[in-house]
């Protein structure tokens, strides 16, 4: 049951983070519902085996999005370049709750494995 509601979560998380920043700009309601959506997938999404697929996955996704987004290259793209943006940095508001949360469960068994 669990699982199935970190799975909503990604996925409302994502056409969310889409949808949203197409058409308008994030605003802080926004922000921490992409925020919590983060928290609730890292918490339920991600079992034990898929930890590392996971971190490796978000961490190209956080690389590419947080240097899309921050340096302004992918708003330069004539046309759509500030919608990129927005939903790149909308996508980084999703996936980083979720790394941490996951990254902390990892380092934390490896803590309690190490005094086993």
Do not use: D, K
Request: glycine share 8%; no cysteine; proline share 3%.
């Amino acid at each position: 049951m669990l699982q199935r509601i970190g799975s909503w979560a990604f996925i409302v998380g994502v056409v969310l983070a889409v949808v949203v920043a197409i058409f308008t700009q994030l605003n802080p309601w926004l922000t921490s519902v992409l925020i919590v959506l983060g928290l609730v997938i890292g918490l339920l999404n991600v079992a034990t085996t898929e930890t590392q697929p996971f971190l490796l996955a978000a961490l190209a996704l956080v690389i590419v999005s947080g240097f899309a987004s921050s340096n302004n290259v992918i708003t330069q793209v004539a046309g759509i370049g500030p919608v990129l943006g927005r939903i790149f940095t909308a996508l980084l508001l999703l996936v980083v709750p979720a790394t941490i949360v996951v990254a902390l469960r990892s380092i934390y068994a490896l803590a309690r494995a190490g005094h086993s």
